[in-house]
């Protein structure tokens, strides 16, 4: 499939997670089956672009392309500015972030919570279009089904979206009110599927073969998004792929390969964060991997009193190793066991300033 005039290998794609998808994770997730990754989102505050957190989001060295940026924010003329700025550091593809239920900022919602002014979301749609057409990017745009139950305006937003010059719609099968809580409905991804002549991405609760054959057949989706459920699992990529293409199970992951591949995402993870915060940020990483590994909870405990490198890497080498001469597989995957929604790791905010956003809750006409 296509975003735009941009080719993909395949439709399986990591969701954009911030605290979690950075360009070492996306590479992993891509080295092991993912077609596609957009990075954690990008804040359209300008002041705080040349801040580490947002200049290490912004990172993309030796990425395999195509690159996307997820911008988030409230203000078209900002949302315009972040698109370009992404795209004079490499971006390929920007993502309008609809689809994450931030914390109010500035006294006004960022994220989902645009669902509910249609006016301001398609305004902020329009504008980022408008930057990137002349460079030939192409704009993509991840929702959630709605602001609440009884307003699921997917649909709605998704046939602007599409006039407006978006090239690939997402949804998440939740509505903003729902949070990460209750489960994902694809009823809604279905009815935008089938209303639009773009890309659709169906995304929400899929966490083994079987769900994504049963989402991608229910759906008719064109493409399958993937969060909690590659934490720690990026082979769950290849898992899909091949049960996708085959209907056959992929053999299960040996222990040693899996430690191998952990092992070397922590030193591409390293390359990025450096000693100390590196150190910090790959133990969640570390323990989303070991979770349903027979002692892997104490290892966990126990990993994360340490602060060196080269003290962690030796940890879990010796942990996996030791577990390889005990148990030759990992665990396959057990469907609904991907894990919960973890505050720690999740946006706290998309770190938007509220320029003149009327935030008024006005509808479109449908
Ligand atoms: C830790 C975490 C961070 C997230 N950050 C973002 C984000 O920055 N942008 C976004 O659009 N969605 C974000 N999401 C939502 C995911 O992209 C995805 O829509 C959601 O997790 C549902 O998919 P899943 O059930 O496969 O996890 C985040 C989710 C998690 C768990």
């Known amino acids: 499939m296509n975003i735009g005039h941009i080719p993909l290998t395949n439709n399986l794609f990591v969701a954009p997670m911030a605290g979690v998808t950075d360009r070492p994770f996306r590479q992993w997730c891509k080295r092991l089956g993912a077609g596609y990754a957009v990075s954690e989102m990008v804040t359209s505050r300008r002041e705080l672009w040349t801040s580490l957190k947002t200049s290490r989001r912004a990172n993309h060295d030796g990425e395999v392309e195509p690159i996307a940026v997820q911008i988030a924010g409230t203000d078209p003329l900002m949302m315009a500015e972040a698109a370009a700025y992404n795209i004079d550091r490499g971006a390929q593809i920007i993502d309008i972030n609809m689809g994450c239920p931030a914390k109010k900022v500035c006294n006004v919602w960022a994220g989902s919570a645009l669902m509910q002014n249609e006016p301001l979301a398609l305004a902020i749609i329009s504008a980022v279009v408008a930057a990137c057409e002349p460079h030939r990017v192409p704009v993509t745009l991840k929702m959630r089904t709605g602001w609440c139950h009884d307003e699921r305006n ?106 191998q591949w952990l092992l070397e995402h922590l030193l591409d993870h390293y390359s990025l964060y450096g000693e100390r915060a590196g150190v910090r940020t790959a133990r969640k990483h570390i323990g989303w991997a070991v979770r349903s590994l027979p002692g892997g909870e104490a290892f966990r405990t126990d990993m994360n009193q340490l602060e060196t490198c080269e003290d962690q890497i030796r940890a879990v080498g010796d942990f996996l190793g030791e577990l390889a001469e005990r148990h030759a597989l990992w665990p396959a995957i057990a469907p609904g066991s991907a894990p919960e929604h973890d505050a720690s790791t999740a946006p706290t905010s998309c770190d938007v300033p509220i320029a003149a956003a009327n935030h008024a809750s006005i509808r479109l006409t449908a």
């Open 154 to 259: 997917a649909l709605v937003l998704a046939r602007a979206a599409e006039s407006a010059g978006i090239a690939m719609v997402t949804v998440h099968g939740r509505t903003r009110e729902q949070g990460y809580r209750g489960f994902a409905e694809y009823d809604t991804i279905a009815a935008v599927k089938a209303a639009l002549r773009i890309p659709v991405v169906a995304n929400g609760d899929i966490d083994s073969p079987e769900k994504a054959r049963e989402v991608l057949r229910y759906t008719g989706a064109d493409a399958l998004m993937i969060g909690r459920a590659a934490q720690g699992r990026p082979w769950i990529f290849r898992e899909i792929a091949h049960f996708l293409a085959t209907g056959e199970h992929l053999p299960a992951t040996p222990v040693a390969q899996a430690r």
